[in-house]
């Protein structure tokens, strides 16, 4: 793998970012009428918007990717075992015991009122704790393409566990919910699911592998290092950025109108994420795992899948339920804090060899 050298784009992210946020707020609550029109724009809950601005942001980290190391990438077992146990093992156990201690628990006074779920009343801090569960048993999004690519990770094995998490997600999403949420015949958004998968990942990686395999037979390597990546390497940046302001455009009104209730959410929520990531960054680091495997390893279990957790939460309880706005939630802490434990990476670098 070879140094990245961090763009101006990548050196001041996280300024980018907070500005991103505040002004995808600030729209959402003064023109609600905007995020009503960009929620239309969907299909089986997968944001056409969304999908586009994700679409641009893995391209260019696909591109970059040397596809023949993938191959050697899937051979590797130890990280690819370590995101599967954290992931299918522990992560959605953990969620659980968290959400229980701080919804269930410590908080359960604060989050007051009870809504209609099927009919039955439900004291919404139990539905609050269910959008929780929801995204805990919802690993690894597309996104962490980027996270390992910022942390300068092994791109070709950050691919290889995404693909392997996706598809076992097809497998043990339906049954992990019905068991720690209790519901019998718990739907499960197939077409979401699969919709993702193929918008997240499959196009990104047919046009960026055809893309890539075109430039260096027609203009080399030397051009697609020195010229074609030097132009494209803003675009994901951007990508990422415009989704950010799309996505608290969608969620700006809730944020403001119950501001309280997204902290006490996004604490057990955080709380979960730097634990998970902990357990697998600390367990990469006992199986001698090299940084650049360690660190998407780490960032794969810490992430979720939220557009699954939100169509699935929508589809259980409701569009207005406190487990929509759990799942909410999630989205709108996964970009910071996945930021906060990049950054964590990049310095703990010499923790493991090269």
Not at 30 to 47: D, I, K, Q
Not at 55 to 80: H, Q, T, Y
Request: glycine share 6%; hydrophobic share 60%.
């Amino acid at each position: 793998m070879s140094e990245r050298a961090l763009s101006r784009f990548e050196k001041y992210l996280t300024l980018w970012v907070l500005l991103a946020i505040i002004a995808g707020t600030l729209v959402g609550w003064l023109f609600p009428g905007l995020s009503v029109l960009l929620n239309r724009l969907s299909y089986a809950e997968v944001s056409i918007p969304i999908a586009i601005c994700l679409f641009l942001m893995m391209f260019p980290i696909m591109v970059k990717i040397d596809f023949s190391s993938v191959k050697d990438a899937a051979r590797n077992a130890k990280p690819v075992g370590l995101t599967l146990v954290v992931n299918w093992l522990i992560k959605p156990f953990t969620m659980y015991a968290i959400a229980y201690f701080f919804l269930g628990y410590l908080f359960k006074d604060l989050i007051g009122g009870t809504e209609i779920i099927r009919g039955g009343e439900v004291a919404t801090y139990r539905a609050s704790m269910s959008g929780a569960i929801l995204l805990g048993i919802a690993p690894c999004t597309a996104m962490v393409l980027m996270w390992g690519y910022l942390a300068r990770g092994n791109d070709a094995l950050t691919l290889v566990m995404v693909a392997v998490n996706s598809l076992l997600m097809l497998v043990l999403y339906a049954p992990l919910g019905g068991f720690l949420l209790s519901v019998n015949k718990m739907p499960i958004p197939w077409v979401t699911i699969l919709l993702s998968v193929l918008i997240y990942v499959g196009l990104p990686l047919i046009s960026g592998y055809y893309t890539r395999k075109k430039i260096l037979q027609k203009k080399g390597l030397d051009y697609f290092n020195a010229v074609f990546l030097h132009r494209l390497t803003p675009v994901a940046i951007i990508a990422l950025l415009t989704t950010l302001v799309v996505l608290f455009v969608l969620k700006g009104e809730i944020i403001i109108n119950k501001p309280f209730d997204i902290v006490l959410i996004a604490i057990p929520l955080f709380v979960q994420t730097v634990f998970i990531f902990t357990i697998a960054y600390l367990a990469a680091r006992f199986l001698r795992l090299r940084y650049v495997d360690a660190a998407p390893a780490a960032m794969i279990g810490a992430s979720n899948h939220f557009e699954v957790a939100i169509a699935t939460a929508v589809m259980l309880f409701g569009l207005n339920s406190g487990a929509a706005v759990a799942t909410v939630v999630g989205v709108l802490i996964e970009v910071p804090v996945m930021l906060m434990l990049v950054r964590f990476c990049l310095r703990t670098e010499g923790w493991f060899s090269k």
